[in-house]
């Protein structure tokens, strides 16, 4: 088949190297099958919702130029309800330096968020998700988790779980317009 | 390279067992098949040489020779039995039904032999690292010895010469050697043998009967299909030939249909179960034994529709109807390479609507209002003024140290405070739970009744997209020809070998040896040649 | 009589006819090789043992057309099933190889896994849903043929390690082989306890604690060891032993203490033989299977693997793939059932690598059939027993 060893050890080498290629290639994408949809640094899908306060619609792209966050909450969910507090705290203090939150209620029923909402005393905007359409666009697993979106538009940090004020004022810093411009 | 010249004059490679032409074994590589200590010639690849066992110098060459052994490939399949095995004495992490971390639920559970066969992976064993890597290896070592046995395979059965040296034909497993063999006796053979469908070839009055040559194709045939199958495996992990979606829709839901880039929306219309009968006959003595009804059916009946235009998230897009019908188990739905098959139940597990009615101090009826636990309806009209209130809904009512919540949003449990009021009444307040009313206020005038309640069932269903499954088919059927050619056919051969006067008969085949034996048995029936002696016997 | 009188009075003629061929293939051992296939006692019992599975087919189609389904929808009918296999399976040896030592164990073989199939509830049950498909006839059948050519490689490898180890002193490979042969008395004596018990109407009643919720447990025989986290509600003895947590599947406690049951009646057989012959049990038969050819049964070995590899690769992985595509979406998805299909294949393509490649022939392939069976059964009874997934059936 072959004319010289020279040849043979070519095809050889050649062969080898595409198994092994293949293999690690392979290795590498079953790594990759646990990781998210949407991990940080992607671009943030975008969304459009009415928002309970004032029924106005808040859409996503709409907002570039500012830092985002995303918390997807839901009545039903106590430390969801434990963090907004300190996201109003912080809203009203980072809201004039480009902050936006857009709090998602993942809730079906729009008369508990009516019921919750009337108890807090919120500014920031609220708005239901009530098809589930946007979590799963998100792929949002536990509740409550948080996207922070820098004001390019692309994920900054996600976080599952709750937050402190103190970590949640540091990420607010790490998307504001004026340190991305730094 | 060195080339080796046989006494018939044919020019054999380096490496070469058995000379190509004639088969006289070449001294010297004798010991390369073991022909050495045995008396029967190994004949598995008629003395060719192969690659991998001549050369062993570069690195390259030396992992060749590693993956083309047999030994080697039975190691990597044993290796691969024995972790596929181990794997099943535990739960795989995703068939675990706990809400237990993995870190926790396998020492939990069972023990010490649990914690460490969490630790060692075999939790999520078929997915992990080093189970993929190892079927790789097999992959690498069917290719390896697919193209390493190919080259001398062909050339040993292209070079099928009827006249072989007399060496040959007595090493032979089969072999017998009768004298005065007349002329008719012989050809008495070759016709027996001929009727047979044997194949003869004749040289210099050496004959050469053989047949089911292919046979000897079936190994490599199916190891293609084998690599076809992995092929397919690994074009399976990308997500434009295969994803897979779940989704929990309610009777009366329309929801988006998940991996679908929320591009369909599908409709749960009704919910469908069914169960045998305990009157049915054929049954009944099996039904007597169960305390529950044997469920004969569960079926979602669907609409699948398409996104019309594309409009951003959240926003509610036209709909287009794809196609409707019945999702049963074993029966999915297909739509646009979509299919969505029937899984999970969660049978009248939610109220959609509970209904109260409600009357007066006198037990004058005020009328009665139905709460949808899907509309978010605050206020219901009564008649004669009254109205009621809907103050506070739990969806999934418990109570916490926060005080009384929902444990989910889905109204498995509703719990409902309501308030009637009127025209000459404060507000009466009252709390639905479990299908009773309660009056929050002691001796209240009017009276409220639970009236009905109607239970709704949550279907579960699996949506997949999948292309690579032709592949899958491909491989599988090629890998079936190459087993049933190669072990349902056998691939034999008959040498006749005149040496003066006497006549030597050898006969050979890769298996069934038992079948050869007939074949030649039957087809010396009435000469005078000799039967077969199986030589392999005597050692 | 109805359908299903009909259908389960031909299961007993069959067993009966198995039985009695059984005794026409013994007496012909005594034959010379030549004389053997073609004498009278050969022609008997080959007959006996084809009415035999002709009246079996009988029963299944009878039982067929009662239920509406075909009988291979639960343990029982799949373990009868697969009895009528391994007749099938070695009538088609048989007639490649004519040699009748073989319908010696195979028809035993078939008639304890019929028996032993017997044992499980034989009422006709209605198809749940998940089983509801043309695939179910297709899979089933396909995978008990092949399952059962395979088996009879192991029949033919038993035959052929009688012959050839060597008894004259005490060995690894003499206790091996007591040890398999031990467990053909435990399935005898299971199928004795279980029918005996039976007969009586033993029942004993436990209440067990799964995941919080309490279930009743029924124990048809006497209690060795009552299921795991539960109290005995009927009046009966115990020994307060438990099942180990780690048996999960349906009634595990219950099997847990039949397989005890087994062992224990398999013990007390096998120690009367050995009290009786006064040597080993394969000693013991040594002598009368003499005159075998042992090289003809060397072939069968590999030839029923050659046979039986390809319609088990169809049966239990393609055509159940092409199943679980279509009732799951999924064509694999490493349940218990699948993997140890795939472990029974895995481990019978090195028994052909082995055997073409690296000449393992005689008492190796012998003890690899007898291997290759030991994971079968494991996929049949084990995997149901201790592993709770998809396919627990019974």
């Known amino acids: 088949m072959f004319k010289n060893k020279k040849m043979r050890l070519i095809f050889r080498t050649v062969v080898l190297a595409a198994l092994v290629i293949t293999t690690i290639l392979v290795l590498y994408i079953n790594s990759l099958q646990d990781d998210p949809v949407l991990a940080e640094g992607d671009q943030a899908r975008d969304f459009m919702l009415e928002r309970l306060d004032n029924g106005e619609d808040i859409q996503l792209s709409e907002l570039e130029g500012k830092g985002v966050m995303i918390n997807f909450w839901a009545t039903y969910c106590e430390p969801c309800k434990k963090e907004m507090p300190y996201m109003e705290e912080l809203y009203q203090k980072y809201q004039d330096e480009g902050i936006e939150i857009i709090a998602v209620s993942v809730d079906k029923n729009k008369m508990v968020i009516d019921n919750f909402y009337n108890r807090y005393d919120l500014s920031f905007p609220l708005v239901h998700d009530k098809n589930s359409t946007i979590m799963e666009l998100y792929q949002v697993q536990p509740l409550p988790t948080s996207y922070f979106i820098n004001p390019d538009g692309t994920i900054e940090r996600i976080v599952k779980g709750p937050l402190t004020l103190d970590r949640l004022e540091t990420y607010f810093n790490e998307i504001l317009p004026e340190n991305n411009q730094a | 390279m060195k080339k080796i010249k046989c006494e018939c004059g044919h020019i054999n490679h380096e490496g070469t067992v058995l000379c190509e032409a004639c088969g006289k074994p070449i001294e010297g590589n004798q010991h390369i098949d073991g022909n050495d200590e045995n008396n029967v010639l190994e004949m598995r690849y008629e003395g060719s040489a192969r690659r991998s066992k001549t050369y062993k110098r570069t690195f390259v060459d030396k992992t060749w020779a590693f993956f083309s052994s047999v030994k080697v490939g ?54 992990s690292w080093w189970y993929i890597a190892l079927i790789a290896l097999i992959g690498i070592s069917l290719v390896i010895c697919s193209i390493d046995r190919f080259v001398p395979l062909y050339r040993a059965l292209k070079n099928q010469n009827a006249k072989r040296h007399e060496v040959f034909v007595r090493r032979q497993r089969f072999f017998s050697e009768s004298e005065n063999v007349s002329d008719d006796d012989r050809k008495t053979l070759i016709n027996n043998l001929k009727k047979r469908r044997y194949k003869i070839s004749e040289e210099d009055g050496h004959i050469l009967a053989e047949k089911n040559r292919f046979s000897r194709w079936g190994p490599y045939v199916n190891h293609i299909g084998l690599i076809i199958i992995l092929i397919a495996g690994i074009l ?90 019945e999702i049963r188990l074993n029966e999915p739905l297909t739509f646009d390479g979509y299919s969505a098959y029937q899984s999970g139940t969660q049978l009248r597990s939610e109220y959609n609507s509970i209904s109260f009615k409600v009357e007066n101090g006198e037990g004058e009826e005020l009328g009665s209002f139905d709460f949808k636990t899907n509309e978010d309806q605050r206020y219901y009209k009564l008649s004669n003024g009254y109205q009621i209130e809907i103050q506070d809904y739990y969806p999934q009512f418990e109570v916490t140290e926060e005080g009384p919540s929902s444990f989910s949003k889905y109204p498995r449990n509703p719990g409902i405070i309501f308030e009637v009021s009127g025209p000459e009444l404060e507000g009466e307040r009252y709390f639905y739970l479990n299908e009773d009313v309660v009056p929050l206020i002691d001796d209240p005038v009017t009276n409220v009744t639970l009236e009905d309640t109607e239970l709704i069932t949550a279907s579960g269903l699996i949506i997949k997209k999948d292309f690579s499954l032709p592949f899958f088919l491909i491989g599988a059927v090629i890998f079936m020809i190459g087993v049933a050619q190669g072990l349902y056919w056998h691939h034999r051969r008959v040498w006749i070998h005149p040496k003066d006067g006497s006549l030597l008969v050898a006969g050979h ?17 009435g000469t005078s040649i000799k039967m077969v002696e199986d030589q392999q016997e005597k050692l | 009589m109805d359908l299903y009188t009909v259908s389960s009075n031909f299961l007993y003629v069959s067993f009966i006819l198995y039985l009695v061929a059984t005794i026409f293939f013994g007496a012909t051992i005594g034959n010379k090789r030549e004389a053997n296939t073609k004498s009278k006692a050969s022609k008997i019992a080959i007959t006996i043992t084809i009415l035999g599975f002709l009246s079996q087919l009988v029963y299944f189609f009878v039982r067929w057309s009662a239920a509406g389904h075909a009988p291979v929808s639960n343990m029982f009918e799949f373990i009868a099933f697969f009895g009528m296999m391994l007749v099938l399976g070695f009538i088609i040896i048989y007639f490649i190889y004519r040699e009748t030592i073989l319908g010696l164990f195979a028809l035993p073989t078939a008639i304890l896994v019929i028996g032993y199939g017997s044992m499980f509830p034989r009422e006709i049950s209605p198809l749940i849903p998940s089983l509801q498909s043309h695939w179910l006839y297709i899979h089933v059948t396909t995978a008990a043929l092949g399952e059962a050519i395979l088996a009879i490689s192991f029949v033919a490898g038993l035959i052929y390690l009688i012959v050839k180890v060597d008894q004259t002193v005490r060995s690894k490979q003499t206790t091996w082989l007591e040890i398999v042969l031990f467990c053909v008395f435990a399935t005898m004596a299971f199928i004795i306890i279980t029918s005996s018990f039976d007969a009586t109407g033993y029942e004993a009643e436990f209440v067990q604690e799964i995941n919080g919720t309490e279930q009743s447990v029924e124990y048809h025989l006497p209690p060795l060891v009552e299921p795991n986290n539960s109290e005995l509600v009927s009046d009966h ?19 847990f203490n039949t397989l005890i049951w087994s062992l224990l009646g398999g013990l007390i057989l096998y120690g009367i033989t050995r009290l009786i012959l006064r040597k080993r049990v394969a000693a013991a038969i040594q002598p009368r299977l003499s005159r075998v050819n042992t090289d003809k049964v060397d072939e069968i070995i590999y030839r029923s693997v050659a046979i039986g590899f390809p319609v088990f690769t169809l049966g239990a992985l393609i055509f159940a793939a092409i199943w679980a595509q279509e009732a799951w979406g999924r064509f694999w998805g490493w349940d218990p059932k699948e993997v140890w299909a795939l472990v029974t294949w895995f481990f019978y393509a090195a028994f052909l690598h082995l055997r073409l490649g690296a000449g393992w022939h005689g008492e190796k392939s012998a003890w690899l059939a007898v291997i290759g069976f030991v994971i079968i059964m494991t996929n049949l009874i084990f995997v149901n027993l201790v592993i709770a997934g998809l396919h627990s059936y019974a």
Request: negative net charge.
């Open chain 3, 237 to 255: 003895f115990t020994t307060g032993i438990e099942t180990p947590a780690w048996m999960h599947g349906a009634d595990a406690g219950s099997k």
């Open chain 2, 509 to 525: 085949t890769n298996k069934n040896w038992f079948g050869l034996k007939n074949e030649i048995e039957s087809s010396i029936d």
């Open chain 2, 74 to 127: 039975v190691w990597l399949i044993v290796l691969a039995l024995l972790a596929s095995a181990i794997g099943t004495i535990y739960p795989q992490e995703e068939f675990k039904n706990s809400v237990l971390p993995s870190s926790q639920f396998y020492e939990q559970q069972y023990g010490l032999s649990g914690k460490i066969f969490y630790q060692l992976g075999f939790h999520n064993l078929y997915s």
């Open chain 2, 236 to 325: 399976r992990m990308f997500d434009f030939m295969h994803t897979e979606g779940y989704v929990w829709v309610r009777e009366g839901e329309t929801k988006v249909v998940p991996t679908t880039e929320q591009q369909y929306y599908i409709k749960n219309e009704q919910f469908v179960y069914e169960t045998y009968s305990r009157e049915d006959e054929r049954f009944q003595e099996a039904l007597k034994n169960e305390e529950l009804d044997v469920p004969s059916n569960f079926q979602t009946n669907a609409i699948i529709y398409k996104v019309k235009d594309e409009v951003i998230p959240g926003q509610e897009p036209e709909l287009e109807e794809v196609t409707r019908g």
